[in-house]
């Protein structure tokens, strides 16, 4: 399951919102979507009870541990079945090119180094950033009430904060993390990260995983796009003029 924030336009207002990826690549308003699965089971006042059950907000959606990440794997697989037969509407599921994808935690409790040093959490960046650094990808773990992680995602750290893609994969991601940068392609296996052993975590951190040993880098100039992936994102990228120097680990 891959879970983010994004946020468009609706009328005169906008909708910020947790948000899943269907297969179809539409992206389904999980708590809009079980208010209405809600509504048709007859339960009352539906749209208060989907403000607990699917919080339209990944962060409370991590404050309520385990029970409250299968919750909304179910709405999910509800939202899949319905946009499979052609019938979901577009106000519960915008496409892609309607929405701004933002950090999948845009204000994580606390954002953390590998060494435990904390990096400024309201400086975030996400999709789209301008880097004032070579590119150091990495992951990123996502803590989840009860002291473990919910998930993970694409990550680096800049500027003394740091830049998150828009997606949390709430699985260990399988395949290789790849780094496209200056004409070059540079990838390591996520088996890197096998055995590493992870802190307790609280709901909402933000944990960087140590950077992957990645070969140097050609010089960029200005303006330079940066894509990051695995298999379930690419994020995109680009240099700005602080972060031209002739080479990076």
Same mark, same amino acid.
């Given at each position: 399951?891959?879970?983010?924030?994004? $946020? @468009? +336009?609706?009328?005169?207002?906008?909708?910020?919102?947790? $948000?899943?990826?269907?297969?179809?690549?539409?992206?389904?308003?999980?708590?809009?979507?079980? +208010?209405?699965?809600?509504?048709?089971?007859?339960?009352?006042?539906?749209?208060?009870?989907? #403000?607990?059950?699917? *919080?339209? !907000?990944?962060?409370?959606?991590?404050?309520?541990? *385990?029970? /409250?990440? +299968?919750?909304?794997?179910?709405?999910?697989?509800?939202?899949?079945? @319905?946009?499979?037969?052609?019938?979901?509407? #577009?106000?519960? /599921?915008?496409?892609?090119? !309607?929405?701004?994808?933002? *950090?999948?935690?845009?204000?994580?409790?606390?954002?953390?180094?590998?060494? %435990?040093?904390?990096?400024?959490?309201?400086?975030?960046?996400?999709?789209?950033?301008?880097?004032?650094?070579?590119?150091?990808? =990495?992951?990123?773990?996502? %803590? &989840?009430?009860?002291?473990?992680?919910?998930?993970?995602?694409?990550?680096?750290?800049?500027?003394?904060?740091?830049?998150?893609? /828009?997606?949390?994969?709430?699985? @260990?991601?399988?395949? !290789?993390?790849?780094?496209?940068? %200056?004409?070059?392609?540079?990838?390591?296996?996520?088996?890197? @990260? #096998?055995?590493?052993?992870?802190?307790?975590?609280?709901? %909402?951190? $933000?944990?960087?995983?140590? &950077?992957?040993?990645?070969?140097?880098?050609?010089?960029?100039?200005?303006? !330079?796009?940066?894509?990051?992936?695995?298999?379930?994102?690419?994020?995109?990228?680009?240099?700005? *003029? #602080?972060?031209?120097?002739? =080479?990076?680990?």
């Amino acid at each position: 399951m891959l879970l983010g924030t994004a $946020v @468009w +336009a609706e009328g005169p207002l906008e909708r910020r919102a947790l $948000v899943a990826r269907l297969d179809s690549g539409r992206l389904a308003d999980l708590n809009r979507i079980e +208010a209405v699965r809600l509504r048709k089971l007859g339960e009352g006042d539906s749209d208060r009870l989907a #403000e607990v059950l699917v *919080p339209p !907000s990944l962060r409370r959606v991590l404050d309520g541990g *385990p029970r /409250a990440l +299968a919750r909304a794997r179910q709405t999910l697989a509800y939202a899949e079945k @319905w946009d499979r037969r052609g019938t979901l509407p #577009e106000a519960l /599921a915008p496409g892609p090119g !309607s929405v701004q994808s933002l *950090p999948c935690l845009p204000r994580p409790l606390s954002l953390r180094r590998p060494d %435990g040093q904390n990096l400024d959490r309201l400086r975030l960046q996400g999709p789209g950033a301008e880097l004032s650094a070579h590119p150091q990808p =990495t992951l990123a773990a996502v %803590g &989840l009430a009860g002291g473990t992680f919910g998930g993970f995602c694409l990550a680096l750290e800049d500027a003394g904060s740091a830049v998150l893609g /828009a997606w949390m994969s709430d699985e @260990w991601p399988t395949g !290789s993390l790849e780094l496209k940068a %200056g004409g070059v392609r540079r990838s390591v296996p996520l088996k890197a @990260w #096998e055995g590493l052993g992870l802190p307790p975590m609280q709901a %909402g951190e $933000v944990l960087l995983l140590p &950077l992957p040993r990645l070969k140097v880098l050609p010089q960029m100039g200005v303006g !330079s796009p940066v894509r990051i992936s695995t298999v379930f994102e690419e994020l995109s990228l680009r240099l700005g *003029p #602080e972060g031209v120097h002739p =080479t990076v680990q």
